[in-house]
């Protein structure tokens, strides 16, 4: 049977720049063991089934397929959600959204909703930090719904509730302090759409009509019907789509329009402050 610093070392050439660290996660899923106990135990024989298993995870990641997949979880802020090919991957650009959400001057028990939940990664990190808010959060597909349900369960929100909705079609007449989403906002023809992780991704969740900037449209257009007086709007969106977003937010009549940057300095979440007439 082969040594775990064996196995380390068959993950050599995976296609990644962090091939190493890749490995490590893939043999702490097969083991059940912390990547200290790997370094710990560098002689330790593994079995030929944990062996097996290992070693068809380095195949399916030499073939692509995205580490969070392969081991059916991915950390998010300060939580470790579920995740499967059914659901983007949460991604560290959309803490920025978090962040600013909870910077923002809303009410003790303020009503917010995630629109394009996926894995429930935005409410799930609201909810887990203002317990008192109420986070409804909203998927058009049952699948992605699933793992947000799974999601819930799993980090124990009990102020999240789940809704199947083509964007804000459930939620008719209902209002909300704050409106979050992570649309599709990608072109079609976008070359990113070949590389990667995204290849695995659902395609729905990330390509939008109009150059990428038809969902964001809809989104701000449709804003104002469900937001209260004061209430924000908050969107991810490509790194050179701000102009154009923060233009929609303009025409549609917000004020405080302002854009966040992500850890690496780019243009990642435009939002803004609606006041009613």
């Keep these: ?54 070693r068809q995870l380095l195949t399916e ?27 983007l991957i949460p991604r560290p650009e959309t803490e ?33 930090e203002r ?9 058009n597909s049952a ?29 008719a007449g209902k209002r909300f302090d704050a409106l979050l989403a992570n649309p599709p906002y990608i072109d079609c023809e976008d070359p990113h759409l070949t590389r990667g992780d995204v290849r695995f991704e659902p395609r729905s969740a990330l390509v939008s009509a109009n150059r990428g900037l038809a969902d964001l449209q809809l989104l701000v257009e449709g804003a104002a019907a469900h937001l209260r007086d004061g209430g924000w709007l ?8 701000a102009p154009a977003v923060r233009a929609m937010l303009y025409e549609a009549g917000f004020d405080k329009v302002d854009t966040h940057c992500d850890a690496a300095g780019l243009e990642r979440i435009s939002g803004g402050c609606w006041h009613a007439d």
């Design 1 to 54: 049977m082969p040594s775990v610093r064996e196995l380390l070392l068959s993950g050599a050439d995976l296609p990644s720049d962090s091939a190493r660290r890749d490995t490590e996660i893939l043999l702490c899923h097969c083991l059940g063991k912390s990547r200290a106990w790997l370094y710990t135990w560098p002689e330790k024989a593994v079995s030929a089934e944990c062996t097996q298993r290992f």
């Design 61 to 87: 990641r030499r073939a692509g397929l995205p580490i969070a997949y392969l081991v059916g979880e991915r950390d998010f802020w300060s939580l470790s959600l579920a995740i499967d090919g059914n659901t």
């Design 96 to 128: 920025t959204l978090v962040a600013w959400a909870l910077e923002l001057a809303l009410p003790d028990d303020a009503k917010v909703l995630d629109l394009g939940t996926g894995s429930g990664a935005i409410a799930l990190a609201l909810a887990v």
């Design 131 to 139: 317990p008192v808010w109420q986070v409804t959060a909203l998927d």
């Design 143 to 171: 699948n992605a719904l699933q793992v947000a349900a799974d999601n819930v369960a799993r980090v124990g929100a009990h102020n999240v509730s789940l809704l199947q909705s083509d964007w804000y079609q459930a939620v």
């Design 234 to 241: 908050l969107l991810e969106h490509g790194y050179t789509q």
